[in-house]
Nanobody, 127 residues
């Protein structure tokens, strides 16, 4: 069974850090795959946060997280990480990882580009 499994969410104070992990189960993140992180806050749509291309390691970030979040991959572990620093209350959301083959670099932020999704992990930033 093909699935993505996220972990690492939790409650953190503003300015704190968390690292999310996404493991591919039942399939490998192949050379042409793109793995993305999305988030969805209550009563809001799902928005793209960041993505990484497994083949060359190139990355994209949504403007509000640039300089604070870092996406990386460990191919040996079939895992993609999202390091989140200087967290803000507005980062509070359910975070999802997603994987897709041949994701267009111009539309990486669209959920429609991705074929597989995890179940999500809650991140809450609050004092």
């Amino acid at each position: 069974q093909l699935q993505l499994v996220e972990s690492g969410g939790g409650l953190v104070e503003p300015g704190g850090s968390l690292t999310l992990a996404c493991v591919g189960s039942g399939f490998n993140f192949g050379y042409y795959y793109t793995v993305g992180w999305f988030r969805q806050a209550p009563e809001k749509g799902r928005e793209g946060v960041s993505c990484i291309r497994i083949g060359d390691g190139s990355t994209n970030y949504e403007d509000s997280v640039k300089g604070r979040f870092t996406i990386s991959r460990d191919s040996a572990k079939n895992t993609v990480y999202l390091q989140m620093n200087n967290l803000k209350p507005e980062d509070t959301a359910v975070y999802y990882c997603a994987a897709g083959g041949y994701v267009d670099v111009a539309t990486w932020i669209s959920p429609d580009e991705y074929d597989y999704w995890g179940q999500g992990t809650q991140v809450t930033v609050s004092s």
